[in-house]
Protein backbone atom coordinates (compact mmCIF):
# COMPACT_ATOMS: atom_id res chain seq x y z
CA UNK A 1 0.00 0.00 0.00
CA UNK A 2 1.82 3.79 -1.06
CA UNK A 3 -1.00 6.33 0.17
CA UNK A 4 -1.01 6.04 3.84
CA UNK A 5 -0.72 7.83 6.42
CA UNK A 6 -0.60 7.42 10.47
CA UNK A 7 -3.71 8.69 12.44
CA UNK A 8 -2.58 6.89 15.73
CA UNK A 9 0.44 4.85 16.82
CA UNK A 10 -0.26 2.84 20.20
CA UNK A 11 2.34 1.11 21.91
CA UNK A 12 2.58 -2.11 19.83
CA UNK A 13 0.19 -0.99 16.94
CA UNK A 14 0.14 1.88 13.94
CA UNK A 15 -3.46 2.61 12.49
CA UNK A 16 -3.35 4.08 8.79
CA UNK A 17 -5.69 5.62 7.06
CA UNK A 18 -5.43 4.40 3.70
CA UNK A 19 -7.92 7.05 1.85
CA UNK A 20 -11.22 5.09 2.45
CA UNK A 21 -13.82 6.45 4.66
CA UNK A 22 -14.97 3.00 6.35
CA UNK A 23 -11.89 1.56 6.84
CA UNK A 24 -7.99 1.32 8.07
CA UNK A 25 -5.23 -0.41 8.03
CA UNK A 26 -3.24 -1.67 11.14
CA UNK A 27 -0.05 -2.69 11.29
CA UNK A 28 1.55 -5.11 14.13
CA UNK A 29 4.54 -3.84 15.34
CA UNK A 30 7.83 -5.64 16.81
CA UNK A 31 7.44 -3.02 20.15
CA UNK A 32 6.49 -4.54 23.67
CA UNK A 33 5.64 -2.64 26.54
CA UNK A 34 4.77 -3.19 30.21
CA UNK A 35 3.49 -1.30 33.22
CA UNK A 36 1.89 1.56 31.36
CA UNK A 37 5.06 2.15 28.83
CA UNK A 38 7.47 2.18 31.74
CA UNK A 39 9.50 -0.94 29.84
CA UNK A 40 9.31 -1.35 26.74
CA UNK A 41 11.65 -3.30 24.18
CA UNK A 42 11.83 -4.74 20.14
CA UNK A 43 10.89 -8.03 19.58
CA UNK A 44 11.74 -10.03 16.58
CA UNK A 45 8.86 -11.71 15.09
CA UNK A 46 6.24 -9.94 17.67
CA UNK A 47 4.42 -8.15 15.18
CA UNK A 48 4.22 -11.32 12.51
CA UNK A 49 2.92 -13.84 15.71
CA UNK A 50 0.26 -11.31 17.28
CA UNK A 51 -0.62 -10.52 13.86
CA UNK A 52 -1.47 -14.33 12.77
CA UNK A 53 -3.00 -15.13 16.41
CA UNK A 54 -5.41 -11.99 16.01
CA UNK A 55 -6.45 -12.80 12.49
CA UNK A 56 -7.01 -16.31 13.56
CA UNK A 57 -8.81 -15.56 17.09
CA UNK A 58 -11.08 -12.81 14.80
CA UNK A 59 -12.32 -15.63 12.21
CA UNK A 60 -12.97 -18.07 14.69
CA UNK A 61 -15.44 -15.20 16.76
CA UNK A 62 -16.66 -14.43 13.45
CA UNK A 63 -17.72 -17.83 12.71
CA UNK A 64 -19.39 -17.99 15.82
CA UNK A 65 -21.18 -15.25 15.59
CA UNK A 66 -19.23 -12.30 17.27
CA UNK A 67 -19.49 -8.88 14.70
CA UNK A 68 -16.22 -7.86 14.69
CA UNK A 69 -13.85 -4.67 12.89
CA UNK A 70 -11.63 -7.22 11.08
CA UNK A 71 -12.00 -7.56 7.66
CA UNK A 72 -8.49 -9.11 5.81
CA UNK A 73 -5.23 -9.67 6.11
CA UNK A 74 -3.19 -8.26 3.92
CA UNK A 75 0.71 -9.05 4.52
CA UNK A 76 2.57 -10.88 7.57
CA UNK A 77 2.24 -7.88 10.05
CA UNK A 78 -0.92 -5.90 8.51
CA UNK A 79 -4.81 -6.14 9.12
CA UNK A 80 -7.71 -4.37 6.83
CA UNK A 81 -10.41 -3.12 9.44
CA UNK A 82 -13.59 -1.34 10.02
CA UNK A 83 -12.83 1.97 10.71
CA UNK A 84 -14.88 2.38 14.33
CA UNK A 85 -15.62 5.08 16.80
CA UNK A 86 -13.90 3.36 19.82
CA UNK A 87 -14.89 3.73 23.38
CA UNK A 88 -11.98 4.57 25.63
CA UNK A 89 -13.50 1.72 27.97
CA UNK A 90 -11.72 -1.94 28.51
CA UNK A 91 -13.56 -4.77 29.22
CA UNK A 92 -12.09 -7.45 31.34
CA UNK A 93 -13.00 -10.87 32.05
CA UNK A 94 -11.36 -13.17 34.40
CA UNK A 95 -11.74 -17.07 34.53
CA UNK A 96 -9.23 -16.76 37.28
CA UNK A 97 -7.07 -14.46 39.71
CA UNK A 98 -4.20 -12.42 38.07
CA UNK A 99 -2.67 -9.50 37.73
CA UNK A 100 -4.79 -6.42 39.25
CA UNK A 101 -7.37 -8.33 40.59
CA UNK A 102 -4.73 -10.06 43.24
CA UNK A 103 -3.50 -6.64 43.98
CA UNK A 104 -6.64 -4.65 44.26
CA UNK A 105 -8.36 -7.04 46.35
CA UNK A 106 -5.69 -8.91 48.23
CA UNK A 107 -6.97 -12.43 46.38
CA UNK A 108 -4.34 -15.09 45.95
CA UNK A 109 -3.24 -15.85 42.35
CA UNK A 110 -4.79 -18.35 40.36
CA UNK A 111 -8.24 -18.88 42.22
CA UNK A 112 -10.80 -20.32 40.09
CA UNK A 113 -13.54 -17.76 39.60
CA UNK A 114 -16.98 -19.65 38.72
CA UNK A 115 -18.94 -17.82 37.12
CA UNK A 116 -15.95 -15.23 35.64
CA UNK A 117 -15.57 -11.75 36.81
CA UNK A 118 -16.42 -8.77 34.39
CA UNK A 119 -14.64 -5.34 35.10
CA UNK A 120 -15.02 -2.17 33.41
CA UNK A 121 -11.65 -0.15 33.08
CA UNK A 122 -11.12 3.47 31.66
CA UNK A 123 -9.09 3.45 28.56
CA UNK A 124 -6.53 6.64 29.54
CA UNK A 125 -3.06 6.08 30.17
CA UNK A 126 -2.32 9.28 31.96
CA UNK A 127 -4.73 8.35 34.75
CA UNK A 128 -3.05 4.62 34.64
CA UNK A 129 -6.38 3.06 33.30
CA UNK A 130 -8.55 2.68 36.13
CA UNK A 131 -11.04 0.46 37.39
CA UNK A 132 -14.86 2.15 36.73
CA UNK A 133 -18.00 1.21 37.72
CA UNK A 134 -20.97 1.63 35.24
CA UNK A 135 -22.30 5.30 37.23
CA UNK A 136 -19.29 6.16 36.19
CA UNK A 137 -19.60 5.98 32.82
CA UNK A 138 -22.81 6.96 32.91
CA UNK A 139 -21.38 10.14 34.62
CA UNK A 140 -18.82 10.38 32.03
CA UNK A 141 -21.76 9.98 29.38
CA UNK A 142 -19.15 7.15 27.39
CA UNK A 143 -21.75 4.87 26.78
CA UNK A 144 -25.42 3.98 27.26
CA UNK A 145 -27.10 1.32 29.98
CA UNK A 146 -27.85 -0.66 26.16
CA UNK A 147 -24.84 -0.53 24.69
CA UNK A 148 -22.56 -1.04 28.44
CA UNK A 149 -25.27 -4.53 28.50
CA UNK A 150 -23.94 -5.34 25.43
CA UNK A 151 -20.55 -4.98 25.62
CA UNK A 152 -20.65 -7.20 28.89
CA UNK A 153 -22.69 -9.86 27.22
CA UNK A 154 -20.98 -9.80 24.22
CA UNK A 155 -17.22 -10.26 26.21
CA UNK A 156 -18.91 -13.16 28.16
CA UNK A 157 -19.95 -14.50 24.49
CA UNK A 158 -16.35 -14.37 23.67
CA UNK A 159 -14.95 -16.06 26.98
CA UNK A 160 -17.15 -18.76 26.38
CA UNK A 161 -16.14 -19.43 22.85
CA UNK A 162 -12.38 -19.26 23.71
CA UNK A 163 -11.97 -21.00 27.21
CA UNK A 164 -13.28 -24.21 25.73
CA UNK A 165 -11.26 -23.72 22.57
CA UNK A 166 -7.98 -22.79 24.89
CA UNK A 167 -8.60 -25.49 26.93
CA UNK A 168 -8.44 -28.54 23.94
CA UNK A 169 -4.78 -27.39 23.16
CA UNK A 170 -3.98 -27.97 26.86
CA UNK A 171 -4.35 -23.64 27.80
CA UNK A 172 -6.32 -21.90 31.15
CA UNK A 173 -7.63 -18.69 29.17
CA UNK A 174 -7.25 -17.02 32.95
CA UNK A 175 -8.16 -13.64 31.81
CA UNK A 176 -8.45 -10.79 28.81
CA UNK A 177 -9.20 -7.63 27.39
CA UNK A 178 -11.69 -6.55 24.84
CA UNK A 179 -12.48 -3.47 23.01
CA UNK A 180 -15.56 -1.83 21.34
CA UNK A 181 -16.58 0.77 18.95
CA UNK A 182 -19.42 1.68 16.88
CA UNK A 183 -20.06 0.85 12.94
CA UNK A 184 -22.93 2.69 11.51
CA UNK A 185 -24.64 2.52 14.77
CA UNK A 186 -23.85 -0.94 15.58
CA UNK A 187 -21.14 -1.91 18.27
CA UNK A 188 -18.94 -3.85 16.87
CA UNK A 189 -15.22 -5.92 18.34
CA UNK A 190 -12.37 -3.89 17.77
CA UNK A 191 -8.91 -3.80 18.94
CA UNK A 192 -6.95 -7.37 18.89
CA UNK A 193 -6.89 -10.61 20.78
CA UNK A 194 -3.34 -11.10 20.71
CA UNK A 195 -1.07 -13.14 23.93
CA UNK A 196 -0.42 -9.14 24.81
CA UNK A 197 -3.95 -8.81 26.05
CA UNK A 198 -4.66 -12.04 27.94
CA UNK A 199 -3.09 -14.24 30.47
CA UNK A 200 -2.76 -17.95 29.10
CA UNK A 201 -1.40 -20.67 31.48
CA UNK A 202 -0.77 -24.21 30.51
CA UNK A 203 -3.28 -26.18 32.17
CA UNK A 204 -0.63 -28.97 33.47
CA UNK A 205 2.41 -26.93 34.17
CA UNK A 206 0.68 -23.77 35.00
CA UNK A 207 3.55 -22.42 32.45
CA UNK A 208 3.39 -18.47 31.75
CA UNK A 209 2.21 -18.05 27.54
CA UNK A 210 1.50 -14.06 27.33
CA UNK A 211 2.69 -11.02 28.06
CA UNK A 212 3.56 -11.62 31.52
CA UNK A 213 6.82 -13.74 30.35
CA UNK A 214 7.11 -9.75 29.19
CA UNK A 215 6.02 -8.25 31.97
CA UNK A 216 7.51 -10.37 34.98
CA UNK A 217 10.93 -10.54 33.03
CA UNK A 218 10.62 -14.73 32.27
CA UNK A 219 12.16 -14.18 29.45
CA UNK A 220 11.86 -16.59 25.25
CA UNK A 221 8.77 -14.30 25.05
CA UNK A 222 8.00 -14.94 21.26
CA UNK A 223 9.28 -18.04 21.49
CA UNK A 224 6.62 -19.18 24.09
CA UNK A 225 4.46 -16.87 21.78
CA UNK A 226 5.04 -19.33 18.90
CA UNK A 227 4.67 -22.52 21.12
CA UNK A 228 1.37 -21.95 21.82
CA UNK A 229 0.58 -20.30 18.13
CA UNK A 230 1.40 -23.93 17.10
CA UNK A 231 -0.39 -26.18 20.02
CA UNK A 232 -3.10 -24.14 19.30
CA UNK A 233 -2.88 -25.01 15.26
CA UNK A 234 -2.62 -21.33 14.45
CA UNK A 235 1.12 -21.14 13.40
O1 LIG B 1 -1.93 -5.76 33.39
P1 LIG B 1 -2.45 -5.87 34.79
O2 LIG B 1 -2.10 -7.14 35.44
O3 LIG B 1 -2.20 -4.69 35.63
O4 LIG B 1 -4.02 -5.78 34.57
P2 LIG B 1 -5.20 -6.81 34.75
O5 LIG B 1 -6.39 -5.97 35.08
O6 LIG B 1 -4.87 -7.91 35.67
O7 LIG B 1 -5.37 -7.40 33.27
C1 LIG B 1 -6.35 -8.34 32.93
C2 LIG B 1 -6.13 -8.78 31.52
O8 LIG B 1 -6.32 -7.70 30.61
C3 LIG B 1 -4.71 -9.28 31.24
O9 LIG B 1 -4.78 -10.38 30.35
C4 LIG B 1 -4.01 -8.12 30.57
O10 LIG B 1 -3.03 -8.55 29.67
C5 LIG B 1 -5.16 -7.44 29.85
N1 LIG B 1 -4.98 -5.99 29.76
C6 LIG B 1 -4.64 -5.40 28.55
O11 LIG B 1 -4.52 -6.11 27.55
N2 LIG B 1 -4.46 -4.06 28.46
C7 LIG B 1 -4.63 -3.27 29.53
N3 LIG B 1 -4.47 -1.96 29.40
C8 LIG B 1 -4.97 -3.83 30.77
C9 LIG B 1 -5.14 -5.20 30.86
Known amino acids: MSERLALYKGKSKTVYDIGKPSELLVEFRNDA ?7 HAVLEEKGRVNCAFDAFIMAMLAENGIKTHWL ?3 SDTEIVVRRLDMLPIECIVRNRAAGGICKRLGIERGRVFAPPIFEFFLKDDSLGDPII ?4 IFMMQLASKENLASMKVLTHRVNNI ?7 AGFDLVDFKLEFGYYQGELLLGDEFTLDGCRLWDI ?8 DRFRLDLGDVIQFYKKASTRLGIL
Do not use: C, R
Open 162 to 168: LKPFFAK
Open 204 to 211: QSGEIYDK
Open 72 to 74: KKV
Open 33 to 39: TGGNGAK
Open 133 to 136: TEDH
